[in-house]
């Protein structure tokens, strides 16, 4: 099943960025950094800021797009117990969890300190959040659901109750002819909790070139053409469509770049306006992945982007040195290492007919037993393969044969021990580690 998955992730639409330049790396630079950091997504690039702003000179290597870019909007720290979900007192469902797992590692206690500098660190590069770990808020799926979450970007659509949605009147706006936002289940899953609901769309005549294509219609596609004027304009049609509306929902389909479009669009419409995450690729997801990003090499970070590290040199339980695809025998030499690929979804860990392996180093993993182990028949099931990682001590050094590595660092979704989609601890775990490993580098 995992190989499965793997095949399944590689075949997902990718869509190409034009990225902003960032200061490139000539052979004739220095390779040697203070500390690097494998890996460019939400783990990593929080890891290199905090590793950055103390003074630390720092490296992150990049392979490219990250779980960021399928982000849903909000963040997730501890939103399941068994059936019920974790509204109340999240870190103390947190600490019933077993002392194997990532938050357990950590303590509660510090779990709580480090991931309370989240929302600043997060508002320095750009991006503003809304909750806090006292009590999960409620956040709306596309599909119209109600889920726990801990943090939401502040111009998405969230409750502190589902009672609160009882008597209110929502207008649901699409843009005309964009397909993977679905205004209906929406309006049924408000409908089931006493809201009132509208659906209808609106036209904005910049986005003429695009319904060439019905395939052009896609989110990152549409923020590109909804710029200055064409905001105005979609503004405006949208307080004559929702006129007799409390709130207005829309698709996140504006400012990849920036929130300046979301801003103006919000101050352009005379009722409160929420957004929605949509398919991916997600606008806000490349935005928070390009803000942190764009921050990391302002404060003086090196941010390396399209390669991919394929091996390192070990001495005496320690990594000396990195090589990658396109330094080819050239090395890259740090004091620390932080490793941050992900999990499956993020090929840190590869599936193939008869084995599960981390690719850079070999690094080892809490898997036993043959293939059929790796999964439950039922597709309902919690997935062993879910909870499959690098096997890390107390302060998640990795090990490679048995051995601890003293200089080398995993983080998030890489780690073992946890199952985030049963969970709901993701983001929680992926931000907690990822500071917890900074902590230790610097």
């Not at 200061?23 to 890996?39: L, R, V, Y």
């Not at 770990?133 to 109750?161: I, Q, V």
């Not at 021990?417 to 969970?423: H, P, Q, T």
Request: glycine share 10%.
């Amino acid at each position: 099943m995992p190989g499965c998955f793997n095949i399944f992730i590689s075949s997902i639409y990718v869509i190409s960025l034009k990225l902003t330049p960032l200061p490139g790396i000539e052979p004739a630079d220095n390779m040697k950094f203070d500390n690097i950091i494998i890996g460019g997504g939400l783990s990593g690039l929080v890891a290199a800021l905090e590793s950055q702003r103390a003074g630390k000179s720092t490296a992150v290597i990049s392979a490219g797009q990250s779980a960021l870019h399928f982000w849903s909007g909000s963040f997730e720290f501890f939103s399941g117990s068994g059936s019920k979900p974790v509204i109340d007192n999240p870190l103390a469902e947190a600490a019933k969890l077993p002392s194997s797992h990532p938050y357990r590692k950590i303590g509660i206690g510090r779990t709580r300190e480090l991931l309370d500098k989240v929302p600043a660190i997060l508002k320095d590069a750009g991006i503003k959040v809304e909750g806090n770990l006292d009590r999960n808020h409620y956040r709306l799926t596309p599909l119209g659901f109600l889920k726990p979450a801990w943090l939401s970007l502040d111009d998405y659509f969230m409750t502190d109750r589902p009672e609160n949605l009882k008597g209110k009147k929502y207008s649901i706006v699409n843009i005309e002819g964009y397909i993977d936002f679905y205004p209906r289940f929406l309006a049924h899953g408000l409908l089931k909790h006493g809201a009132k609901c509208e659906v209808t769309a609106v036209d904005i005549s910049a986005l003429a070139p695009l319904r060439k294509s019905t395939t052009e219609m896609r989110a990152t596609n549409i923020s590109r053409f909804l710029r200055n004027d064409a905001i105005d304009e979609l503004a405006r049609n949208v307080n004559e469509a929702s006129s007799g509306a409390d709130t207005v929902i829309m698709p996140a389909v504006l400012g990849m770049f920036s929130d300046s479009p979301v801003s103006r669009l919000r101050a352009g419409v005379d009722r409160p306006v929420y957004f929605i995450a949509t398919t991916p690729a997600s606008v806000p997801g490349v935005r928070c992945q390009l803000s942190l990003r764009d921050r990391f090499t302002r404060s003086g970070g090196t941010f390396i982007p399209g390669d991919t590290v394929v091996k390192g040199d070990f001495e005496n339980h320690r990594l000396r040195r990195i090589y990658t695809v396109n330094f080819g025998d050239m090395p890259l030499e740090a004091d620390n290492f932080v490793i941050c690929t992900g999990s499956f979804f993020g090929h840190g860990l590869i599936a193939s007919i008869d084995r599960i392996f981390e690719p850079i180093f070999g690094l080892d993993l809490n898997i036993s037993g043959g293939r059929t182990e790796w999964y439950d028949t039922n597709f309902y099931a919690p997935q062993p393969y879910m909870g499959y990682g690098v096997v890390t001590d107390g302060e998640f050094r990795p090990s490679l044969n048995g051995e601890t590595i003293t200089n080398l660092y995993a983080t998030g979704a890489l780690l073992a021990g946890f199952n985030a989609l049963k969970e709901g601890s993701g983001a929680g775990i992926t931000l907690a580690t990822a500071l917890h490993a900074a902590s230790r580098i610097i």
